[in-house]
């Protein structure tokens, strides 16, 4: 297996990390604007209208957290990928992928041949 060539790794790894700081933000935000963060809100005695609007706040938000968490977690994956130096080369088939590819989509973990056999 050839190494990833180091001049791009150095590009995404940077862009990977500052998507990670900018996505845990994002998570740290969301958290604290989420209505059920709020300690004293079971205590409130809020009209119906009120917690109907709270929950589906709520469920919004969690929704969300959701999906940054799970960016979250593959931009750790592949920042670890980068240290073991694994990182570019397909989970599948063992190819590499396609720069092009990582530049678009920089967590990816299959290279577009075995991406489109799972999807099938």
Known sequence: MDAFPSDVLVTIRQHLE??????????????????????????DNAASDTEANEESSHDRFAALLEELKGQLTAIEAALERIAKGTYGFCTNCGEMIDTDRL??????TLCLVCEQKKKK
């Not at 500052?18 to 205590?43: C, H, M, W, Y």
């Not at 530049?103 to 990816?108: D, F, T």
């Open 18 to 43: 500052e998507e990670k700081v900018r996505i845990a933000g994002r998570i740290a935000e969301l958290q604290v604007q989420d209505p059920f963060s709020d300690p004293d809100r079971t205590n």
């Open 103 to 108: 530049g678009i989509l920089p967590m990816a």
